[in-house]
């Protein structure tokens, strides 16, 4: 009986088991397997190399910068999309009128599609755009939100930040209700109001949102691509180009296979980092025997 009990369990499993394996698993085991050839040569006939790709993408001044440029990326997003929709799930769940308009205004970016929110930016942040007419307004010289490299990654971090506040905050807005509601009447009570009550109760019970919240955005914005397609191509001087972008660079436009596959093994690296330190600095209470 419990065979075949185990059986259905197996069978329901196995489509998406089959899923996995054909779009996951075998690609990951590809790019592995193509990242010790080099296609600069002959694509159709590539030289076996070995590490060598990681030893060039190593040396190579482009992918460092790629590296440094992603992590300025994560450092400009992450921190603002872990804090603020926290800040305004807070302030949404509180007695106030017009709540769900507000949440619905406020996650309204995030069904748009991340191409469409990208086009809409890069109108507004053009040398004739609107936000260019208000900063002339106010005295000022216009800005080249995306042709200046001192300010053009800061540009496209404002729109993974429009596009992600919504999502990221009703995922604390579900955390939130978990809450009981008599530890905010204790504190009440005790005179612990305001920001305090927050920290000495929201912030504790929220951790384990706030980690995951850390990971996502850690992630998404390691991996970032459209925002930097459809703005910068990479530019202006290679200030944009992220190690997604320089990925998609030399498999697709310069048929390098090989460095692309080095460059993608070492993202997922870089990302499995990140994963596990949010599994040792958040998490490391449930992992202890």
Not at 57 to 79: A, D, E, G, R
Not at 145 to 161: E, G, H, N
Not at 230 to 249: A, C, F, Q, R, W
Request: with cysteine.
């Amino acid at each position: 009986m419990d065979m075949k009990k185990n059986l259905g369990a197996y069978l329901f499993l196995l489509p998406a088991g089959i899923i996995l394996f054909v779009f996951f698993f075998i690609p990951f085991f590809q790019t592995i397997y193509l990242s010790f050839f080099d296609f600069s040569k002959d694509i159709y006939k590539p030289e076996f190399v070995l590490l060598h790709n990681y030893f060039e993408l190593m040396k190579s001044p482009l992918f460092i910068k790629t590296i440094l440029n992603t992590f300025y990326f994560l450092i400009l997003c992450v921190p603002f999309l872990v804090i603020f929709p926290l800040f305004l799930a807070v302030l949404i769940n509180q007695n106030i009128k017009f709540k769900n308009t507000y949440k619905i205004l406020i996650y309204l970016p995030v069904v748009v599609s991340i191409v469409v929110v990208a086009i809409a930016f890069k109108w507004l942040y053009a040398p004739n755009g609107l936000l260019n007419f208000f900063v002339e307004k106010i005295g000022l010289e216009p800005l080249g939100w995306l042709s200046d490299p001192k300010i053009s990654m800061i540009s496209v971090a404002l729109v993974t930040i429009f596009k992600g506040v919504g999502y990221y905050m009703m995922i604390y807005l579900s955390a939130l209700m978990s809450v009981p509601k008599e530890l905010y009447e204790a504190a009440d009570v005790d005179g612990v109001v305001g920001f305090k009550r927050h920290m000495a109760i929201t912030i504790p019970h929220l951790m384990p949102m706030i980690a995951l919240v850390s990971t996502i955005s850690s992630i998404s914005a390691l991996k970032v691509f459209v925002e930097i397609y459809v703005m910068t191509h990479g530019g202006p001087l290679d200030s944009t180009k992220t190690i997604v972008y320089y990925i998609y660079e030399k498999a697709f436009e310069n048929l390098d296979l090989g460095l692309a596959s080095a460059g993608a093994v070492i993202l997922l690296f870089i990302v499995m980092g990140f994963s596990m330190l949010n599994i040792f600095v958040f998490e490391k209470d449930k992992y202890k025997v």
